[in-house]
């Protein structure tokens, strides 16, 4: 007997539009809206007139804004001013209008809490099935942490050389330097008290010292020198340093202030720290050398993560332009100075473990910020490294 056939399967679609087989190509639309649910990178997408019509977590989290505060805003907000003024806006746009894509493009971009954030961006024409311009979807991938490290590696670099040119030098001038000095304090002996020589050549002496003493930061900066650590109480150490400069006379009016707990004791190398402290604090004093009312605030303030030491001036600050430059070597604003004060100092704390920055602004107090974590001690007391 035969049976029937079946009726054909009930197609629920469109007259005239048939159901899309599986291997039918996705569109741009649908592939953008399957990258913002499942990237964790920023996902957005604009409209032709570079409007934000949609955003993802990933572009939340990266750049600190809400989708509903950012919705229907053109992206040119995101970008720092200097990029601007250089015609990032327009090169982003005629790029993806002439290629179809721009494919990682490094940049920086502000964060909703004013931070500036470096970015990998990708970024691409958006159309729709029929090929109409609905405007463009960019990625944007945060790469900050290896600008950081890539800028780090290339001043260790950088600092190697200067540091291995520095100590040939130094050798080489010391020797004869030493020579000269002695050679002038056999002369000087032969004067007779009084004669008019006699201070010229004290004068000579002084710039001899003056450059042996130069010659000594070079050695300093140059060469590696161990980390010798011992039990320290920071702020014994510390009020012992200002001690020593409002000694020298070198605060003269200057008032005070200090917020110190009753003790921070640490494993730290006391001679470096020493020589930190003396050096952030005598640059504080040349700093309020020309203030009526000058005040130096001291800080020390264990945590649970580490020490924290603060040296605050109430100075006329730091231009920005000086401020990135103030821990190169040989950089200096003094008409007296090395300029390796504040390396040497860098260097001293890094070899804790540790980090010391700046905080200051033109016409504002400035802030150096030492912080000493309690891991990497732990760690340089022990075998083990600390993981």
Do not use: C
Not at 223 to 251: A, M, W, Y
Not at 287 to 311: F, H, S, W
């Amino acid at each position: 007997m035969d049976h029937p056939t079946p009726p054909p399967p009930h197609d629920s679609s469109p007259a005239g539009d048939p159901a899309p087989r599986p291997d039918a190509p996705l569109t741009d639309q649908l592939l953008l809206t399957i990258m913002q649910e499942i990237s964790r990178d920023a996902v957005l997408s604009l409209d032709p007139q570079g409007r934000i019509t949609s955003w993802n977590q990933g572009a939340e989290e990266l750049l600190g804004y809400p989708a509903a505060e950012v919705l229907g805003r053109h992206f040119d907000f995101m970008i720092p001013d200097d990029l601007k003024e250089r015609g990032e806006v327009t090169r982003l746009i005629e790029e993806t209008e002439r290629k179809g894509f721009l494919r990682d493009y490094e940049t920086r971009r502000i964060t909703g809490q004013g931070k500036e954030v470096h970015v990998l961006l990708t970024r691409m024409r958006l159309l729709d099935s029929d090929g109409k311009l609905l405007g463009a979807t960019a990625i944007l991938r945060d790469i900050t942490a290896r600008k950081r490290m890539e800028d780090e590696l290339v001043r260790a670099r950088t600092l190697a050389g200067i540091g291995e040119f520095a100590a040939r030098i130094a050798h080489e001038v010391k020797n004869p330097l030493t020579g000269i000095s002695t050679a002038l304090s056999v002369l000087r002996d032969t004067l007779e008290t009084g004669h008019p020589h006699g201070e010229l050549h004290d004068e000579i002496q002084r710039q001899i010292f003056r450059l042996d003493r130069i010659i000594d930061d070079l050695l300093t900066f140059a060469r590696h020198r161990p980390v010798d650590r011992q039990q320290t109480d920071l702020v014994n150490l510390l009020t012992r340093v200002l001690s020593l400069v409002q000694d020298s006379g070198n605060l003269g009016n200057v008032k005070v202030i200090q917020y110190l707990d009753d003790e921070a004791t640490v494993y730290v190398d006391p001679s470096m720290m020493e020589d930190v402290f003396f050096n952030l604090i005598t640059n504080a004093a040349d700093a309020l050398r020309q203030e009526e009312q000058g005040e130096l605030i001291l800080a020390v303030k264990p945590g649970p993560r580490g020490v924290a030491v603060t040296i605050t001036d109430n100075g006329p600050g730091i231009e920005d332009e000086v401020k990135d430059k103030i821990f190169d070597p040989f950089f200096t604003t003094k008409t007296r100075g090395t300029g390796l004060g504040l390396p040497i100092s860098r260097k001293h704390i890094e070899a804790h473990g540790g980090w010391l920055r700046v905080l200051s602004a033109p016409h504002k107090r400035t802030t150096f910020e030492i912080f000493l974590p309690l891991d990497a001690i732990a760690a340089s007391m022990t075998d083990n490294p600390v993981t």
